[in-house]
């Protein structure tokens, strides 16, 4: 039993730690492109470390473990001090399936600090494995604070994210603030929607805990969050970290004050402005604002977004402007499609929408093509069946 579950945490951190290499190698690549093998092998051999580094880092690459290998044990020989050498010797003699002598290398490189990420990712895989999540959580805090903009800090993290113990260990290491916070809380890039739902579970946990971060560290992943249609996942950030925030029902700005507002709320409108568009804001007679559209399109243009979060069931959006000229769409997991089959006119008595089941709901405002301006203000949304 014993032995089978040694061989579980080494094929683990084999699978783990040849890919994050594989990363690394992938995002060094720029640098290692000015140096040949073959100058390389010119080196003089009291300055041959860095070469037999470059040689093992190339053969990873190229994944010829026999030639990683002795490469890496020249480089280990030539300065043995150095954690990159014995780092690269654990990783070469994991691809040659040399497990004990991957770990004993691994060994010697933890020696010389935190800072090596190969030997911590290594060390974070055996714990995970092992299931002691606090020494886990020790090691990917390590990795994050030598590189807190580490593209894959999304997928060191995941297996802490889905267990309550790991979960538990990552919230006591991000209550303490590391610099890796800030980047990690700060935006959404290209996460999925599994990534996107599961830090801002973090996120909101980390609040629950007394570890508020504030509007303007948490804005950018609350907008990004909103433009993927995550309304619930974004409110319930804000909420949790901007002090005074309260939760938003329905319709947001449907006035479209926050729209001509220089510093808008994240929840609200966005304006999709494009070169055959002019969307302006003036003041009404009462000191509101209001929306003047014109487009010389010949075809509807998706002019404003709005992500909601509704239970399903019929609605019926109204608003005060130009009859004719607007119509609403919804987009579930996607931007709204371009409206069909509408029952009603928004601008005119309202239009009905029906809703279905969805965790990203998004609402679209198109403009059909005419000569004028069209105008619109003062929309609602209601529940009717």
């Not at 995941?158 to 006591?172: V, Y």
């Not at 209550?175 to 809380?185: D, I, V």
């Not at 504030?214 to 319930?236: H, I, M, N, P, W």
């Amino acid at each position: 039993m014993r032995s089978r579950r040694l061989l579980a945490i080494r094929l683990a951190a084999t699978v783990g730690i040849l890919s994050f290499a594989a990363l690394a190698f992938a995002s060094g690549m720029d640098r290692l492109s000015s140096l040949s093998p073959g100058l390389a092998r010119l080196v003089p051999e009291p300055a041959r470390a860095q070469a037999e580094r470059t040689e093992a880092r190339l053969a990873l690459a190229m994944m010829k473990p026999e030639r990683a290998v002795a490469a890496a044990e020249a480089a280990v020989a030539a300065d043995p001090v150095v954690p990159d050498s014995t780092a690269l010797l654990g990783t070469a003699l994991l691809l040659a399936r040399q497990f004990d002598a991957a770990e004993q290398a691994f060994r010697v490189a933890a020696r010389f600090g935190w800072r090596e990420p190969m030997t911590q990712r290594y060390w974070f895989e055996a714990a995970i494995q092992a299931g002691d999540y606090e020494s886990a959580a020790d090691r990917a805090d390590a990795m994050l604070r030598a590189q807190p903009r580490m593209p894959e800090a999304e997928r060191l993290l995941a297996p802490l994210a889905s267990t309550s113990q790991g979960r538990a260990a990552l919230l006591a290491r991000m209550a303490r603030r590391p610099q890796w916070l800030s980047f990690y809380a700060g935006s959404v890039g290209d996460l999925s929607d599994e990534a996107i739902d599961r830090r801002s579970e973090l996120l909101i946990a980390l609040a629950e805990r007394g570890t508020q971060l504030g509007c303007a560290e948490t804005r950018s992943f609350v907008d990004g969050a909103l433009k993927r249609g995550a309304r619930e996942q974004a409110e319930g950030v804000w909420t949790a970290h901007c002090p005074g925030a309260e939760p938003i029902s329905g319709l947001a700005d449907g006035g479209f004050e926050q729209l001509a507002s220089p510093s808008p709320s994240p929840f609200g409108w966005t304006a999709r402005r494009s070169g055959d568009l002019s969307i302006r804001m003036p003041e009404n007679s009462e000191g509101g604002h209001f929306l003047r559209l014109r487009s010389t399109a010949s075809v509807s243009r998706l002019v404003l977004e709005q992500a909601l979060s509704l239970s399903p069931g019929r609605y019926r959006l109204t608003g005060m402007g130009t009859a004719g000229r607007f119509a609403a769409s919804l987009g579930c997991d996607r931007s709204p499609e371009v409206p069909s089959g509408v029952r009603g006119d928004l601008a005119a008595g309202g239009q009905e929408l029906r809703v279905q089941a969805c965790e990203r709901l998004m609402l679209g405002i198109w403009l059909r093509p005419g000569s004028s301006e069209a105008e619109l203000d003062d929309l609602k949304l209601e529940r009717i069946g």
